[in-house]
């Protein structure tokens, strides 16, 4: 692609093809459980984000803006017609945002505990983790030990293990986040300063949309959700062909693991489009 190179994985598949965006911290590795469940079904596709991943991380250059721009290079990259835009929490905004901005949208779109404002406790739980981002483990085993002890990572399986570990690279000294905290802190910053206007975008929309919300908060029941009920209702309410389903799970079990209940979601879902 001109300018940035991006990192993708697939998953071949009969179906329409789905474009997987992650979560902040995230990587295309992330979407791994949820593709098993979908392909061969479907074509199942997640980018690694600028600076996340195995994409090029330039020193500026980061939002949400920049991300919906280098999707649509992405999505005209990979000659993609019209594919299912699924995006989970940080990714949610910008797939929410390219279905609201692009010319041509896309053939549908799914907002995996995402596209709404971000709740403040949210921020400042992602605020406080960025800053470990630049943390260096001895080895991947303490890497894990750590993330295992986490309390929005429970149920903790090898699965989830497994995907946590693309997220990290060998350095000197050990294993480190392939996402640099400066990185995340400019997206935080850049999206106080200029956040979405939602109810515009939700209204915008003019592809079928699914957004699946997680029922548990990251810290407990109700305790930081990232899409808290009143604007989960709002967004069923406002974009124009908007299903709900909600799932037993938080903010980032919704995704990671074996997320068996989304994917039911999202199956049933893309089978009401054919």
Not at 123 to 147: C, E, I, R
Request: with cysteine; hydrophobic share 45%; aromatic share 6%.
């Amino acid at each position: 692609m001109p300018g940035i190179r991006l990192h993708a994985e697939e998953w071949p598949g009969r179906g329409r093809p789905l474009l997987c965006l992650p979560g902040q911290i995230g990587s295309a590795h992330t979407y791994a459980g949820l593709a098993a469940r979908l392909a061969p079904e479907h074509r199942v596709i997640a980018l690694d984000p600028r600076g996340r991943g195995k994409s090029a991380a330039p020193a500026a250059g980061y939002g949400y803006q920049v991300h919906v721009a280098d999707t649509l290079l992405a999505i005209e990259h990979l000659g993609l017609r019209r594919p299912v835009l699924v995006g989970h929490s940080f990714g949610g905004i910008v797939a929410l945002c390219l279905a609201a901005w692009a010319p041509e949208p896309p053939g549908a779109l799914v907002l995996i505990d995402g596209g709404a404002p971000i709740p403040h406790d949210v921020t400042a739980a992602v605020d406080a983790v960025a800053t470990l981002l630049d943390t260096v483990y001895p080895d991947v085993n303490d890497y894990l030990a750590q993330l295992a002890a986490v309390p929005w990572f429970q149920p903790w399986t090898s699965m989830l293990a497994e995907q946590l570990l693309s997220l990290v690279e060998p350095v000197p000294g050990g294993v480190r986040a392939r996402a640099r905290a400066a990185t995340i802190q400019q997206e935080l910053q850049i999206y106080a300063d200029g956040p979405p206007v939602y109810p515009s975008l939700w209204r915008k929309v003019r592809c079928p949309t699914l957004v699946v919300r997680a029922r548990l908060g990251m810290f407990g029941l109700n305790a930081a959700h990232a899409l808290p009920g009143p604007d989960y209702r709002r967004m069923l309410a406002e974009i124009p062909r908007a299903r709900g389903v909600e799932v037993l799970a938080n903010h980032y079990t919704v995704l990671l693991g074996d997320p068996a209940a989304t994917a039911d979601a999202v199956r049933a879902f893309l089978t009401g489009l054919d």
